[in-house]
């Protein structure tokens, strides 16, 4: 079965400070593709990231990146010098190659920065 | 930014009412999605869409129903709100392609039935 688990539920960090959001995932698929989705206040979902199982290449996007391990079954996020905007829920989802039309969400990760 | 759109933001509503909660998007993807997201956070998805005339039952039952009688509009109807039904609704919608692409997600609706 699949499943998204997010064990942090929340984080408080202060400005600047390096903070990493974990994510481990399970799935029987060979072929899947990961998510990260950004809910700040206003309530929207953010797209941040799509990784399919094939690419463990870690990725960086300014401040941000991830670190794919399949290994582990981790897609941990991380966020370099945190900012006051930074704090939202982040969401990790996954989606199966045989059933797309399915985001399995975890159950978000809340992080405040404070200034 | 995405375009697609939840009215209403908020709605505070009493038990036996019937709501719709609209959805529009006009990026003209065919797949759309309602998820429901308790006050724990975790989101489940109660309806999608493949296209216009297509609507299907998601993981989380769901005393909602849903039409797709226009590719941009996915309306969730309650026939008779209770307060097990207060809780944000969050429709999204995405390209129908082989390769999955990411969903765009609507503000969202705010739900409270009292």
């Known amino acids: 079965a699949q499943k998204v688990t997010q064990a942090q539920t929340e984080i408080s960090v202060v400005e600047k400070e390096d903070v990493t959001l974990d994510c481990v995932y399970e799935?029987?698929?060979?072929?899947?593709?990961l998510f990260w989705y950004k809910q700040p206040p206003s309530g929207e979902l953010v797209f941040l990231i799509r990784?399919?199982?094939?690419?463990?290449q870690n990725e960086i996007s300014g401040r941000y990146s991830w670190n794919f391990q399949k290994s582990t079954s981790s897609f941990n996020f991380t966020i370099t010098a945190s900012q006051v905007v930074d704090s939202a829920v982040y969401f990790c989802a996954l989606s199966e190659a045989g059933n797309t039309d399915k985001l399995i969400f975890g159950t978000g990760t809340r992080l405040q920065v404070f200034p | 930014e995405a375009d697609i759109y939840q009215t209403p933001r908020y709605l505070v509503i009493g038990t036996g009412k019937k709501i719709t909660l609209e959805c529009s998007q006009t990026?003209?993807?065919?797949?759309m999605y309602w998820y429901q997201q308790d006050p724990g956070m975790e989101l489940h998805l109660i309806h999608y869409s493949y296209g216009v005339n297509s609507t299907e039952k998601g993981d989380l039952s769901s005393e909602s129903t849903v039409s797709r009688i226009r590719t941009e509009h996915f309306p969730l109807t309650l026939e008779s709100a209770r307060p097990s039904h207060t809780s944000q609704y969050l429709c999204a919608s995405s390209l129908q392609q082989g390769v999955y692409t990411e969903a765009f997600f609507g503000q969202g609706t705010r739900l409270t039935v009292v």
């Open positions: 990026m003209g993807h065919d797949k």
């Open positions: 799935t029987r698929d060979t072929t899947y593709y």
């Open positions: 990784r399919n199982s094939f690419d463990e």
